[in-house]
Structures are given as C-alpha cells and as structure tokens.
C-alpha cells in the first residue's frame, strides 16, 4: 500500500516557464508534508515543507499547495532554471509519530531546457 | 564539511557474503535512519534509531541488523548478502522533521 504517490515520474519544462510537481497522499493522519531535490549520485536535500494547518508555503522560487480534502499537494517552481534537473520527492509525515519517520513518493525527474 | 557520510560510497559482492555500510552524522541530531532506494527509485525506509534506541524497524529480512553504537554512527550489517539486495542505501538523520542524508552506498550483488 503506497501511502504517497507521485503520478508523474518525469517532467519537461523550458527554462523561465514553471514547473508544477503533483503528489497525492492516502493516510488522512499525515499532518506534515515535505520535498526533497536529489541530483544523480547524491543523497537527496530538504526543499520546502508546509504544516497541515497551511495551504501554502512559499521560499524564493519555490511554493507547495496543500489541499487537505484533495489529499494533494503540488510543488510550484517559477522561474525554472536548468540547474532545477534533478529527480523531486514528496514525502509525509505524522508530527509527534514514530520520531520523524517520513513515507516517500516514488520522485519526479524533473528536466529543464535552456 | 560532510554532515552525513557512508562508507563505502560504492560496494561490489558476491551472493553470500557478509557486508558492513557505516554512517556518521555530525549534526548533533538523536535520531538517524537507513533507506533503500531500488531499481525503481522508491526510497523506502528501513529502521529508524533514536538515541542508540530502535524505534522503526520495518519489513525488513533479519539478514540486515542495525548498530548504533553512540548517537552518531548507525551502521547496517547485511549477512548472506542475495542478488534483491542489490539497491542504493541511503542513511539520514534528523532533529525533527527535516531529514538530512548522506550521500548512498551503491550496492551489487553478483
């Protein structure tokens, strides 16, 4: 049972348009949400992350959208530069639950054209 | 300076050996983890420690033990190591919410 869902494994964006990852959830108890950028042969890196007591969160080019009764969350990159290529996951969690454990998506590979 | 680092970055074996991964953090945090991202780029999470203490320990074969010999090392012992173990594994550690993760061991199994 795949708690955590990215549909789409890859997207292509032309540098300056924006990019808009999606990732849908099941557990309705997930009550933090967050994204990671990994580039190939590295650990992935914390991006952004929103409390589900918010429906937006933003930092510099990066905003997520949380819609609780969706169960959708969507990562909204503008303007996308080429350095943004690398594979995105989503991931959730139950703050105050198992010490942090986070149940991830299976990533977007996000590819931006100069 | 490396906040999470494994050793070996990269680990080539045969079926059946016994094999060592070590993870260090030097970020203070209580808590680290050990992932497994497979062919399909699925990260799922194996065990999880909270100071020296095992707190998340999921579906995993016990051919695969954890040691966390003090708040910062996690180590993952693999025996009798079969060609399915073949995978990145990723170790993270955390304060609260935000995990930070060392950089994989590429593991094959021949």
């Known amino acids: 049972d795949q708690q955590v869902k990215q549909n789409s494994p890859s997207l292509s964006v032309q540098e300056g348009r924006i990019s808009i990852l999606n990732c849908d959830y099941t557990n309705s108890m997930f009550d933090y949400f967050l994204w990671y950028k990994k580039y190939p042969a590295e650990g992935p890196t914390f991006l952004i992350s929103i409390s589900s007591i918010k429906d937006k969160n933003e930092d510099g080019r990066f905003t997520v959208f949380l819609n609780k009764s969706a169960k959708h969350l969507s990562l909204h990159i503008v303007p996308s530069q080429p350095g943004d290529s690398a594979v995105y996951f989503c991931?959730?969690?139950?703050?105050?639950?198992?010490?942090?454990?986070?149940?991830f998506g299976d990533g977007t590979t996000l590819t931006v054209k100069p | 300076d490396t906040a999470v680092s494994q050793t070996p970055k990269y680990l080539v074996t045969q079926m059946g050996n016994d094999k060592s991964i070590k993870c260090e953090q030097n970020?203070?945090?209580?808590?680290m983890y050990w992932y497994k991202q497979d062919s399909k780029k699925f990260l799922k999470i194996m065990f999880s420690y909270n100071n020296k203490e095992l707190i998340i320990n999921e579906t995993v074969p016990n051919r695969f033990s954890p040691k966390s010999p003090d708040k910062a090392h996690l180590n993952l012992h693999i025996n009798s190591l079969e060609l399915g173990d073949s995978a990145v594994y990723f170790c993270?550690?955390?304060?609260?919410?935000?995990?930070?993760f060392g950089p994989g061991t590429r593991l094959l199994v021949l």
């Open positions: 993270a550690s955390s304060q609260r919410e935000t995990q930070y």
């Open positions: 970020l203070g945090h209580d808590t």
């Open positions: 991931a959730a969690q139950r703050l105050n639950t198992n010490a942090g454990k986070s149940t």
